[in-house]
């Protein structure tokens, strides 16, 4: 069982920047057809300085984390591991060559069907380069047992 003194733990803070190519092909994978997240021209013309990060892109964002030495802390195993939902609140827009920094930590551990299901809540703040709040990332990992 992930033991619940674990509550509270902050994970390692880091910082990764935004980059053009990648929101593209992000974009791309999920189906989007706006110009504004392709084409810098189409993205100025609707009034944003850049090309915009497409909603879930700081998800994919946060798996840059430098290690993840703190699921081993945990004893979770990887192959036993699911995700189990996401969620995001926004606080201001974030584009392409922006450095956004992302400080997680555990805010919940808890089980289900007599510990068949273990569940563990990150949230993460994410800021940017000038220190603005961007975001608000909510993340419940599922570990299988048995």
Do not use: C
């Amino acid at each position: 069982m992930i033991d619940k003194k674990h509550i509270g733990m902050q994970l390692p803070a880091f910082s990764v920047t935004a980059e053009a190519g990648q929101l593209r092909f992000f974009a791309k994978s999920i189906g989007e057809t706006s110009p504004v997240y392709f084409d810098e021209n189409a993205a100025r013309d609707a009034g944003h300085p850049g090309l915009p990060l497409p909603p879930t892109f700081l998800f994919s964002l946060e798996f840059n984390i430098p290690s993840n030495a703190w699921r081993d802390e945990l004893g979770i195993v990887p192959a036993r591991i699911l995700h189990g939902e996401e969620s995001f609140k926004y606080h201001r827009p974030a584009y392409a060559g922006d450095t956004l920094r992302f400080e997680g930590r555990i805010t919940d551990i808890y089980d289900k069907k007599g510990g068949a299901l273990e569940f563990v809540v990150r949230e993460t703040r994410v800021t940017n380069q000038h220190g603005e709040h961007v975001a608000d990332l909510r993340t419940v990992l599922v570990q299988r047992n048995g």
